[in-house]
């Protein structure tokens, strides 16, 4: 009985020391569908296990629109406070980071760190009319002011990074009430927070209790960190290139598999993430255009004119492959070029090893055979032998041959064969 009542006291206790934590969430990185999954889960965990408050140490040059708008639905209806602090020293939070920022309950900077520059800019800088961008503009500043309102911000100030394109210090950002204190590190903005209210985005007001809560790390999954690392454009070409190669590689030479294997594993790598990425499928056709070009320039002599001109495509498939909104998010040009020229030597070197392959006559086998001199050992007419190849062979003859004549091999049947005199 004594054992059985210490089992329910301790199942009562556990629940009531499990939810007091703070727990930690590091966003660090391009916002990405893969951000937003990782905020996501955290935030369900937060919840499920009722911890006290979710703290998000942020630092982001910024990302997709899609995935920003999804992080900060999530944070707007999570029922767990959310912090959101930008450090350590040395940190940003521009663009959509400034977004995720604002819509904290309680946001905070370390010294020595920025956030803002949040205008929207066209995909891969490309020129737009004037009422395009002025939708664009005016549905981002609509955003910033509903999310600054109801948190109590600034509401001139965080438009003004919107339709300015303004960026903020952190003493700035506190001056101009865009953030709620600059905490040097994360002990420090808790003890900050302990007792203090937060309104939350649906009006109701919690008191955050955090003094001497532990600090509970959220780490990504497996699948989170490899999905995350290749979404870089970067990673994502090179994975792309690589595989192409491969593959190329083994169709080249058939039954080396590792080529093949190897290859296929790229490409699929790369194929998910161009299909999280905002990619522009068009330039595929100038990667594809580079291999065939690759292959032209190994079966005719152009003197590098075809090898340059593919890659040069290749480097423009590359700079053009993805669409992202901010200069991190697309494929660097030293990138493009440092893959694209050595992918261009090896592909004609490959390519022409192939053909020469295949352009050098069989030496072995019955087709080795073909086109041997030989010498008659007896007169053929049309039935004799000949020694050729270093064989004696039962050969036949369309015309007459005399002992000692040489002759050439036209074809092999079976174990004779069809040879004509040498004139």
């Not at 663009?95 to 900077?109: T, Y």
Request: net charge positive; proline share 5%; hydrophobic share 50%.
């Amino acid at each position: 009985m004594t054992k059985r009542l210490a089992i329910a006291l301790l199942l009562f206790i556990l629940p009531t020391f499990a939810h007091a934590y703070v727990l930690h969430v590091v966003l660090d990185d391009m916002i990405h569908p893969i951000s937003e999954e990782y905020v996501g889960r955290a935030l369900e965990r937060a919840a499920a296990q009722k911890a006290d408050a979710v703290l998000i140490e942020m630092r982001t040059p910024g990302g997709l629109e899609t995935s920003m708008r999804g992080i900060i639905e999530k944070i707007i209806k999570s029922p767990v406070p959310v912090i959101i602090w930008v450090g350590p020293s040395g940190a940003r939070a521009a663009s959509a980071g400034f977004f995720i920022l604002e819509s904290a309950d309680l946001a905070a900077m370390a010294p020595g760190t920025n956030t803002g520059a949040s205008h929207p800019v066209t995909i891969s800088g490309e020129k737009m009319d004037e009422i395009l961008k002025a939708k664009m503009r005016n549905d981002a500043a609509a955003f910033m002011r509903t999310i600054a309102q109801r948190r109590g911000r600034n509401v001139k100030a965080a438009e003004s990074a919107v339709n300015e394109a303004k960026s903020f210090t952190e003493d700035e950002a506190l001056a101009q009430k865009l953030i709620d204190v600059i905490a040097a590190d994360l002990p420090s903005l808790l003890r900050w927070a302990d007792g203090r209210t937060v309104k939350r985005f649906n009006g109701s007001h919690n008191v955050l209790h955090l003094a001497n809560k532990p600090l509970v790390k959220y780490e990504m999954t497996i699948k989170q960190r490899v999905l995350s690392w290749i979404l870089d454009p970067n990673v994502a070409f090179i994975l792309l290139a690589l595989g192409a190669m491969a593959i190329w590689a083994e169709f080249n030479h058939p039954g080396a598999i590792l080529p093949g294997v190897v290859g296929l594993i790229a490409l699929l790598l790369a194929i998910a993430a161009f299909n999280l990425l905002p990619t522009r499928y068009a330039a595929f056709l100038l990667i594809i255009a580079a291999f065939v070009l690759f292959a032209l320039e190994a079966k005719f002599t152009s003197y590098g004119v075809l090898g340059g001109g593919g890659i040069i495509c290749m480097i423009f498939g590359a700079l053009l492959l993805v669409d992202g909104p901010i200069p991190e998010m697309r494929v660097r040009l030293l990138t493009a070029i440092v893959v694209s020229v050595p992918l261009g030597v090896i592909a004609v070197f490959l390519m022409t090893l192939a053909i020469r392959a295949h352009k050098q006559r069989v030496a072995t086998g019955s087709e080795g055979m073909i086109g041997e001199i030989g010498v008659a050992r007896t007169l053929l007419g049309p039935e004799g032998k000949v020694f050729v190849h270093g064989e004696l062979w039962n050969a036949t003859s369309a015309k007459p041959v005399a002992e000692g004549a040489r002759v050439r091999v036209r074809d092999v049947d079976g174990l004779k064969v069809v040879v004509e005199p040498v004139d």
